[in-house]
Every structure is written in C-alpha cells, then in structure tokens.
C-alpha cells in the first residue's frame, strides 16, 4: 500500500510511544492518539515530523469521532493499531461496577470505536490494516486483574468478529491479533522486554500486506497457529500438508 496514513492508540507512553516511532522510522505519518498533551509532545520529539499529535480519551466514542474528523483532514486512514490500555490492579473485592466498566470502556470500546472511525475510510478504500493488541490475560488471568483480563479476551474476540462480518466482502481490510509479550513498561514488568523491540515487530505487522494474515494471531514474532482437531490433524498428515508458523521481519 502506498502513501499509508497510521493511527496509534495511547501512543503517549511505552509501546504506543515506541510504534509511533517506529513507524515514523519506516517513512509512515502516524497521528498518536492520548489523554495528555504532554505526553503525545514527548513521542512527538522522539518521532519526528510525521508524527501528528491528537489528544482524545478513546473511552468516550464522541471524543474518538472527533478525534478521527480531524485526521481525515490530513487523510485517509490505512493503518490502525488499537494498542491503548489501562490495567488497574483491583481485586473484585475491592471493584465496583462502574470502576470494571471503566476499565472496559478503554481497552474494549476504546478498540471498537477507533476501528468504527477508521473502517470509514478503510471500506471506501477497500483495503486496510488493522492490529489490535492483546494478550493472553483471558486464559491465565492474574490475580487482581479481572477487568483487564476481560476486557483484553474480548478485544481478541472483536478481532475474529471483524473478520467475520469483513472478510467475504473486504478481504483486503486485514484484521490480527498481536500479543507482544511482557514488556518493561507502566503496564509490565521491570525485568520486561524493551518496548522498543516489541514495536519493530509490531511495525512490520502492520507493514505486512498478506490478506492471509486475515484472523492471524501473533505472540511477539510468531504466528500462533488455530487448534486443530483430531480430523483435522489426520488430514493434514494424509495431504502432506503441515502448516508452519510465521514469523515477523523487523
């Protein structure tokens, strides 16, 4: 795809910051989307002049809708990277219904109002690429994690969702799943990788112009490939057919 246009999500800090440079590093204009202007100037330093600062909260839908008119005055959205998050560490003990929903606001309806906003142009165009960022807190939950865990489990159930409502009718609108592992950043670990690293994977994903990749999920570098059945695994034994994990090239 030529002359791509790239929309980061909490492109303020850790990972966000580091695709926003990343990209930017590659010759893509990217518009980094934040809840402090402060923090959008600071990756705006690091990435250079084709990074576009937007301050907006993607838990409200009218702040994303306001924020993606004034991208679309600059042009055509091509790229998306659902990556904001926000990882309160509460025990359901100590979370009420309204403090779990906020949680979900940002992680999952932050993703489903942003892909909305961005497939506008994406079906006009009738190509697109979309990476949402999850993890696999859904299967091995945390201890005092219950919101994130929730809310990130469905955020890779949307990514599947998409591609059913999508991939018939617009093949070339690819949707994945990425997991970038445990990294050192606010959300992570100390001992975590470096979100720099993580984000030269995530980069090149979403470079990655394969319809193939329609429904891929990713740990870091690798394809994870689906399950398959007993029946599954015979044919593919009768057929010599062995299906191999992809890996990304940052």
């Not at 959008?40 to 993606?68: N, R």
């Not at 990556?83 to 932050?110: C, K, W």
């Amino acid at each position: 795809m030529s002359e791509q246009f790239a929309v980061i999500t909490g492109a303020g800090s850790g990972l966000g910051r580091a695709l926003a440079t990343a990209l930017c590093a590659r010759g893509i204009a990217v518009a980094g989307l934040g809840r402090r202007a402060d923090a959008l100037q600071d990756t705006a330093t690091l990435a250079g002049e084709k990074f576009t600062p937007i301050v907006a909260d993607v838990s409200d839908p009218q702040e994303v809708a306001a924020a993606f008119a004034h991208i679309r005055a600059i042009a055509p959205v091509s790229i998306l990277i659902n990556n904001a998050a926000v990882y309160p560490h509460r025990d359901i003990l100590d979370e009420t219904g309204e403090s779990f929903m906020q949680t979900v606001a940002t992680n999952l309806g932050g993703t489903v109002a942003c892909s909305r906003e961005a497939l506008k142009d994406m079906t006009v165009a009738g190509r697109g690429r979309i990476i949402n960022v999850s993890s696999f807190a859904d299967l091995s939950p945390l201890p005092c994690s219950a919101a994130y865990s929730v809310s990130k489990g469905a955020v890779t159930i949307f990514s599947r969702a998409l591609v059913a409502d999508l991939g018939d009718r617009l093949p070339n609108i690819v949707v994945s799943t990425w997991m970038p592992g445990m990294l050192n950043t606010s959300m992570g670990l100390a001992e975590g990788l470096d979100p720099a690293v993580a984000a030269q994977w995530g980069a090149a994903l979403a470079l990655w112009d394969d319809p193939t990749l329609n429904g891929a999920v990713f740990e870091m570098n690798r394809e994870i490939l689906p399950s398959r059945g007993l029946k599954g695994r015979i044919k593919d034994v009768v057929r010599f057919k062995r299906r191999v994990p992809r890996q990304i090239a940052p």
